[in-house]
T-cell receptor, first 111, second 112 residues
Framework: EDQVTQSPEALRLQEGESSSLNCSYT??????LFWYRQDPGKGPEFLFT???AGEEKEKERLKATLTKKESFLHITAPKPEDSATYLC????????????FGKGTTLSVSS | DGGITQSPKYLFRKEGQNVTLSCEQN?????MYWYRQDPGQGLRLIYY???????QKGDIAEGYSVSREKKESFPLTVTSAQKNPTAFYLC???????????FGAGSRLTVL
């Protein structure tokens, strides 16, 4: 069965305390993995797409990496404005019409 | 600025009533989608449309209906047949199916 699992469900960090969020997936034939950020009461906002194992992408304090079984979103020296829910999603069909979203990791960064 | 506009942001409905959520995009995207988000669950696909006058059911289409008469618009009707309609509804679009999604700000529906 195709699955996307994110861990931890919630993460509390102090400002400047680096950490990583995990997205593990079981799909037959990876066709990309998407990371989104969602603020409370708003729609998700696109962060990264990764397509092949070993690929890495960075944006400000965020770095996404991909292996054959999981992806990590590394947050370096986070700030309170990084507080949000981070979602990952994986297409499970060739056309990409069917995306499985993980339940998300809610990150809280306190100053 | 290009984007997706969803309305209303908040909607209250009595049981047995149909409601329609609006979604308009000015990104010139071909594909549009409706997702449902419940607390503690991942986003689930209700319907998607690749082109005008064509749409496909997603994982949880029962109790919902859509139309795609114009490229820019993809309204969602939550019918009285939907047994548990209270949720946060998200509209999204992409240049073509399978590419990066741009989401609207969402509509929160509460059934009283």
């Amino acid at each position: 069965e195709d699955q996307v699992t994110q861990s931890p469900e919630a993460l509390r960090l102090q400002e400047g305390e680096s950490s990583s969020l995990n997205c593990s997936y079981t799909v037959s034939g990876l066709r990309g993995l998407f990371w989104y950020r969602q603020d409370p009461g708003k729609g998700p906002e696109f962060l990264f797409t990764l397509y092949s194992a070993g690929e890495e992408k960075e944006k400000e304090r965020l770095k996404a990496t991909l292996t054959k079984k999981e992806s990590f979103l590394h947050i370096t020296a986070p700030k309170p404005e990084d507080s949000a829910t981070y979602l990952c999603a994986v297409p499970i069909n060739q056309a990409g019409t069917a995306l499985i979203f993980g339940k998300g990791t809610t990150l809280s960064v306190s100053s | 600025d290009g984007g997706i506009t969803q309305s209303p942001k908040y909607l209250f409905r009595k049981e047995g009533q149909n409601v329609t959520l609006s979604c308009e995009q000015n990104l010139n995207h071909d594909a549009m989608y409706w997702y449902r988000q419940d607390p503690g669950q991942g986003l689930r696909l209700i319907y998607y449309s690749q082109i005008v006058n064509d749409f496909q059911k997603g994982d949880i289409a029962e109790g919902y209906s859509v139309s795609r008469e114009k490229k820019e618009s993809f309204p969602l009707t939550v019918t009285s047949a939907q047994k548990n309609p209270t949720a946060f509804y998200l509209c999204a679009s992409s240049p073509q199916v399978g590419s990066v999604l741009t989401f609207g700000a969402g509509s929160r529906l509460t059934v009283l």
